[in-house]
């Protein structure tokens, strides 16, 4: 399978991308490879030396990361500079929800060949925040119930979809689910209280 993900943009994204591919070639390799991990280990250590060498100091790097128009490229889930998130790449829907495609691979595997129960969460908490933002009126996560009706599968196209319901005072409810295949794996209904910690300075 092609471990290639398209790279979005320049500099850090594009840097980003490229380590989503080095953590899932890990992931793939592992032990049983021909690969001379030790050798590996030490390329990616000296790149890392690198980066520590110049990157800013901590507050400014915050304060970095939360300029701007309230999107941010650094959060796990759909942020395009951040190697861990997949990411999801958001679209509007006719109904005001949301929607994305994405294709989870072995770096985010809990039972064999399907997605952790606790990465469908991560994805659905910050998709309903997401659906919350692009309705208008958005907070932070005050509950998440999620519903695991079948297994999650990796290596296969998902659509992960979320959808503001009702808005009453500083309460936010919200809906969505990740599917494969056309069939419902995992539900989340989330509750959100208006309200939003101050940004770094």
């Known amino acids: 399978m092609e471990l290639s993900a398209p790279v979005r943009g320049t500099g850090a994204d594009a840097a980003a991308a490229?380590?989503?591919?080095?953590?899932?070639?890990l992931m793939r390799a592992g032990d049983i490879s021909g690969a001379d991990m030790d050798e590996i280990a030490g390329r990616l250590n000296?790149?890392?030396?690198?980066?520590d060498a110049t990157a800013p100091e901590l507050?400014?790097?915050?304060?970095d990361m939360w300029r701007g128009d309230?999107?941010?490229?650094?959060?796990?889930?759909?942020?395009?500079?951040?190697?861990?998130?997949?990411?999801?790449?958001?679209?509007?829907?006719?109904?005001?929800?949301?929607?994305?495609?994405?294709?989870?691979?072995?770096?985010?595997?809990?039972?064999?060949?399907?997605?952790?129960?606790g990465i469908?969460?991560?994805?659905?908490?910050?998709t309903l925040g997401v659906a919350n933002g692009w309705a208008g009126v958005s907070g932070m996560t005050a509950e998440l119930t999620l519903r695991y009706r079948h297994t999650t599968p990796l290596f296969e196209p998902l659509t992960v979809t979320g959808r503001q319901v009702s808005v009453d005072g500083s309460k936010i409810r919200t809906v969505g689910s990740i599917s494969a295949g056309g069939r419902e794996c995992v539900t989340a209904e989330g509750l959100f209280i208006a309200k939003h910690p101050p940004r770094p300075r």
Do not use: F, K, W
């Not at 490229?18 to 070639?25: D, F, H, K, S, T």
């Open 59 to 63: 507050q400014e790097r915050m304060v």
């Open 18 to 25: 490229a380590a989503r591919r080095v953590i899932a070639g």
């Open 120 to 126: 469908s969460a991560l994805i659905l908490d910050h």
């Open 70 to 117: 309230g999107r941010t490229r650094h959060d796990a889930v759909a942020g395009t500079e951040n190697p861990l998130a997949p990411p999801l790449d958001y679209a509007p829907g006719p109904d005001g929800s949301i929607t994305a495609e994405v294709v989870l691979d072995l770096p985010y595997q809990g039972p064999p060949g399907c997605v952790h129960g």
């Open 46 to 51: 000296a790149i890392a030396d690198d980066l």
